[in-house]
């Protein structure tokens, strides 16, 4: 019994290793010559789209997979089908082909690593580290592998780093946008305007301008952009010319109103920037970002600072710290050039960063980076930007990150949504566009105060309460949005909109609300007191202000916006003129908005006006009455001792008389507590 049950377990072994012998395209097949010819024209195919490297990786799985169907016990096929993989958009599938051919012929070069990669990006972590050594003790004497066993090393560590996310996830939601936004080909790189209202996006989907196909097979990248409306977006718009051309067109960034577009294009120089403006609904011609931002290296990525003062972009140049770096560079005097860049320092690596995007806060820069803790290839960090140093860089941790490359991330002013495009298992297209939804810290269980036992002395509990809902954290921005329009034909009004910072008395920027629709957006970092102007020559200028505390979160506000024309009896209220508590002496956050009136002031030259002060209703009558006529006083003897006629200046103080809106709250007392100026004659 005992020889029979030893025959059986020597027969099953035999049959095992039999079946995972490797098998050739040869005449063992003799019961199907047909099909035996196909599979090795199909193989023989494979190996001739392989050969001519990884663009043409997915015409060579194509093939392989034809051969594979016949004959899946070939370890040169497995080999390479795991190879091209790896070099195309579904990298995880190599590990099926990995793990066969090490089935058929474990002596395979290079195959104990690329089984670590293949086990690595299925998140296999420990069988990963076990494979990367494996192979690491077989290259160790090996000269030629020298710079493979430093890449083993670093891949071992992305393993540790992978292991220590997985174990503590972010949470978060990540969505797929679905098919109305996504398509059965690529879609990728996604950028949005600061109040998530629009989305530019690169697609290599079939109406692609002119219809051509690369070298890979695919259809040429062209640029898509998609609206939201009712809180879903929209289907995708193909932007055509000037945008797209029949060759590659790709997204490389966006300003926060979603009025200048950034574009990659790879056919100038070894891939260039270039960049169009929104005039109404058409987009200009692409003009190159500038000689100093483009050279014979390759430029991809770019964002601005909110105040688009500032440049960050992604570059090969030289002098960088290894592969592709962020750089910094600033706006001439003028506004027209970008200065030279300077490198960003202790955000970059030894390897590749790529994909920097400025969130609207202006201080938060997330971006892409094979170094640092990365669980392998790219990862997404964000690091904090304050006085031109920058913090240490943070891992978005798992499942954001992935050991795949996980690139161009842009987040909304609000903080709680991002966008990324990312390979789904399920997904629609090799690449689809997604959403995550970042939720915040969980909320903590808090036990009773009191000590309530259950009525059990071998395991006496706690009373367990839940702690209230925990606030998701959310960046610090305003975005300040709106329309701009006439007041009496109520016709949008291309206008300038001028943001001074009050304290400084330092003009940050200049914007346009746009020509066809009269829309703007702003975006304004916390920390400082803005004075905001909107000029046109045709019409008086309108000012707000906003004061917003370093502490304060985000907030959306939309304010509609109606210039009128100069005409006698019209009135402006002047929101940047400051005074001290309880007195009439200017503070020096006025001086901006003063010397807008005296300009206007100069501009008409025969123009007499009346400045008035007003309060609220706190105070007796005869004080407000007595302080709103001294204010309205200092703004006359300010004006005067600069240039201005007195003869064209009158003033009076009205008190709390002329209330624009209710003392019952503090916001209404805030705007009837103002400075106005009124036409008396032109």
């Not at 051309?245 to 109103?257: P, W, Y």
């Not at 920097?356 to 690091?383: C, E, R």
Request: net charge negative; hydrophobic share 35%.
């Amino acid at each position: 019994m005992k020889q029979l049950f030893l025959l059986f377990t020597l027969l099953t072994l035999s049959l095992s290793v039999f079946s995972q012998r490797n098998k050739e395209f040869s005449k063992e097949f003799f019961s199907d010559k047909d099909g035996l010819s196909t599979a090795k024209d199909n193989f023989k195919q494979g190996l001739k789209y392989f050969d001519q490297g990884r663009r043409s990786y997915p015409q060579a799985i194509e093939s392989f997979l034809k051969a594979n169907i016949f004959n899946p016990d070939n370890d040169e096929l497995n080999y390479k089908l795991g190879i091209a993989y790896l070099g195309s958009g579904f990298k995880s599938k190599c590990l099926e082909f990995f793990e066969k051919a090490n089935l058929l012929n474990p002596k395979l070069e290079d195959l104990q690593f690329y089984l670590g990669r293949g086990y690595h990006l299925n998140l296999q972590w420990d069988k990963a580290i076990d494979k990367y050594k494996l192979y690491r003790n077989e290259a160790q004497s090996d000269k030629d592998k020298k710079d493979k066993l430093i890449e083993v090393n670093k891949m071992i560590q992305e393993c540790e780093y992978g292991k220590e996310y997985v174990k503590h996830p972010v949470r978060v939601f990540i969505d797929n946008l679905g098919s109305a936004v996504n398509s059965k080909y690529s879609d990728f790189s996604p950028v949005i305007s600061a109040d998530e209202s629009i989305m530019f996006f690169t697609s290599r989907r079939e109406n692609t301008t002119g219809g051509g196909k690369d070298e890979d097979g695919a259809f040429f990248e062209d640029i898509y952009y998609s609206k939201k409306v009712g809180g879903e977006w929209g289907m995708p718009v193909n932007m055509g010319s000037p945008i797209n051309s029949e060759f590659h067109d790709a997204t490389a960034g966006l300003s926060a109103d979603g009025q200048k577009l950034y574009v990659f294009d790879g056919a100038k120089g070894n891939g260039d920037i270039y960049f169009s403006t929104l005039n109404g609904e058409k987009w200009s011609k692409l003009e190159s970002i500038g000689k100093n931002i483009n050279t014979e290296a390759r430029e991809t990525s770019v964002c601005l600072s909110p105040d688009e003062n500032t440049l960050f972009f992604v570059s090969e140049r030289e002098d960088g710290k290894g592969g592709r770096d962020i750089w910094i560079s600033k706006i001439d005097k003028k506004g027209k050039k970008w200065t030279d860049p300077v490198n960003a320092g202790n955000i970059n690596t030894p390897y590749s960063e790529e994909s920097v995007y400025m969130h609207p806060d202006g201080k938060t820069l997330y971006f892409s980076s094979q170094g640092f803790t990365s669980m392998g290839g790219y990862d997404i960090f964000k690091t904090t930007y304050e006085n031109g140093t920058f913090t240490t860089p943070e891992n978005l941790g798992y499942p954001v990150n992935s050991p795949d490359d996980d690139v161009f991330l842009v987040i909304s002013a609000s903080g709680l949504h991002g966008y990324y495009a990312s390979f789904a298992k399920d997904g629609i297209g090799e690449k689809d566009l997604m959403m995550i939804s970042f939720l915040g810290p969980e909320k903590p269980v808090m036990l009773n105060t009191e000590d309530n036992l259950i009525a059990s002395q071998v395991a006496p509990q706690k009373v367990l309460s839940v702690e209230p809902a925990m606030a998701v954290n959310q960046a610090s921005a305003t975005i300040l949005k709106g329309v701009i329009t006439d007041l009496i034909s109520q016709q949008p009004v291309e206008a300038d909109i001028e943001l001074v910072d009050n304290m400084k008395n330092e003009l940050i920027a200049t914007f346009k609300s746009n020509s066809k629709s009269g829309k703007y957006l702003v975006s304004l970092p916390s920390g400082k007191n803005y004075g905001i102007a909107v000029k046109h020559p045709d019409y008086l200028f309108h000012s707000e202000n906003f004061d917003i505390p370093v502490v304060s979160g985000y907030q959306e506000v939309e304010k509609n916006i109606q210039l009128k024309k100069i005409a006698v009896g019209a009135k402006i209220v002047l929101r940047n003129i400051f005074f001290d508590f309880d007195k009439a002496t200017l503070r020096p956050e006025s001086t901006a908005e003063l010397e807008r009136l005296i300009q206007l002031l100069k501009d008409v030259p025969t123009m007499r006006i009346e400045i008035s002060g007003h309060t609220d209703s706190r105070g007796a009558d005869d004080y407000n009455l007595k302080l709103s006529d001294n204010r309205a006083k200092a703004v006359v003897e300010y004006l005067v001792s600069h240039g201005i006629s007195g003869s064209r200046l009158e003033y009076k103080g009205y008190g709390e008389t002329q209330s624009m809106s209710t003392n019952d709250t503090d916001e209404g007392r805030q705007l009837n507590r103002r400075t106005e100026f009124k036409i008396l004659s032109k």
